[in-house]
């Protein structure tokens, strides 16, 4: 029987990291380890992080010193993973009751990625929209990378993935401030990976940012961008630069129309 590993991030999620915390504590298959990694918060997140880590032991915490960053502290906290599957969870989020027990049981029987569908919620947890992943997992491994790459449709999240092909790959980028798990996704739909579905449902995630400013938005094109820049002769091989060049356009006029309102 597979181990597996859940790693929790949080920076100044007081609000919502004990409902986080608990949705992993209290799943039908408990993880074999839960590390809570909080990245510098100022509010009262290591407070309860500390509780909840004297109540349930299999809680491990992490208190960043400085800030870090989302990719850097999700990427050391996985490093630091005693087993070999891990799966993520963000602190304003949480967890369906079976996530981790539908996940395993695809690892079981062979994947080295596993997902689930997933939820949006609002700022009182309410649930906005499904999101069905089962055209997705139809794809093969080349469409599966192209459909990533044009942002075709939704993608897996939180997904539960073998350590080892994630260290294989460098994990997380440290410099990214956004797209990070595009970034990472792209280059792990490059592997020999088995990726493996389970329509259950797997993590209700917390929609945030419609409220972005142009810079914003902005900035986030320019990180769009700099990740297929990093990844330009993967995707060129294996995508066609046709298909790239749209990606590149579909960003560039994104930004474009970002600019000409203001």
Same mark, same amino acid.
């Given at each position: 029987?597979?181990?597996?590993?859940?790693?929790?991030?949080?920076?100044?999620?007081?609000?919502?990291?004990?409902?986080?915390?608990?949705?992993?504590?209290?799943?039908?298959?408990?993880?074999?380890?839960?590390?809570?990694?909080?990245?510098?918060?100022?509010?009262?997140?290591?407070?309860?992080?500390?509780?909840?880590?004297?109540?349930?032991?299999?809680?491990?915490?992490?208190?960043?010193?400085?800030?870090?960053?989302?990719?850097?502290?999700?990427?050391?906290?996985?490093?630091?993973?005693?087993?070999?599957?891990?799966?993520?969870?963000?602190?304003?989020?949480?967890?369906?009751?079976?996530?981790?027990?539908?996940?395993?049981?695809?690892?079981?029987?062979?994947?080295?990625?596993?997902?689930?569908?997933?939820?949006?919620?609002?700022?009182?947890?309410?649930?906005?929209?499904?999101?069905? &992943? *089962? /055209?997705?997992?139809?794809? +093969?491994?080349?469409? #599966? %990378?192209?459909?990533?790459?044009?942002?075709?449709? $939704?993608? !897996?999240?939180?997904?539960?993935?073998?350590?080892?092909?994630?260290?294989?790959?460098?994990?997380?980028?440290?410099? &990214? *401030? /956004?797209?990070?798990?595009? +970034?990472?996704?792209? #280059? %792990?739909?490059?592997?020999?990976?088995?990726?493996? $579905?389970? !329509?259950?449902?797997?993590?209700?995630?917390?929609?945030?940012?419609?409220?972005?400013?142009?810079?914003?938005?902005?900035?986030?094109?320019?990180?769009?961008?700099?990740?297929?820049? #990093?990844?330009?002769?993967?995707?060129?091989?294996?995508?066609?630069?046709?298909?790239?060049?749209?990606?590149?356009?579909?960003?560039?006029?994104?930004?474009?129309?970002?600019?000409?309102?203001?």
């Amino acid at each position: 029987m597979q181990k597996v590993s859940c790693v929790i991030v949080c920076y100044n999620n007081a609000n919502y990291i004990n409902r986080a915390i608990e949705s992993v504590i209290k799943q039908t298959r408990i993880p074999d380890e839960v590390i809570v990694a909080d990245d510098g918060s100022s509010d009262a997140s290591r407070e309860i992080i500390s509780s909840l880590a004297l109540k349930y032991p299999v809680i491990k915490p992490i208190f960043r010193e400085t800030n870090l960053g989302v990719a850097a502290n999700r990427d050391l906290a996985i490093r630091s993973a005693s087993h070999p599957f891990v799966t993520t969870l963000d602190g304003d989020d949480w967890f369906y009751p079976e996530k981790i027990q539908i996940e395993m049981d695809l690892v079981n029987l062979g994947a080295d990625v596993a997902y689930s569908d997933y939820t949006y919620i609002n700022e009182n947890d309410i649930c906005i929209e499904r999101v069905c &992943l *089962k /055209t997705f997992s139809e794809l +093969d491994s080349r469409h #599966r %990378l192209e459909w990533i790459a044009m942002r075709n449709g $939704y993608i !897996p999240r939180d997904i539960m993935f073998r350590k080892e092909i994630y260290e294989s790959i460098g994990g997380l980028d440290h410099d &990214l *401030k /956004t797209h990070e798990d595009w +970034d990472l996704k792209l #280059r %792990l739909s490059n592997t020999d990976a088995v990726w493996k $579905y389970n !329509p259950g449902m797997g993590t209700a995630y917390r929609r945030a940012g419609q409220g972005l400013s142009a810079t914003g938005r902005l900035r986030r094109c320019r990180s769009q961008l700099k990740v297929l820049g #990093r990844n330009y002769s993967m995707l060129k091989t294996e995508i066609g630069l046709t298909a790239l060049f749209r990606v590149y356009m579909q960003t560039l006029v994104r930004m474009a129309r970002i600019i000409s309102v203001g």
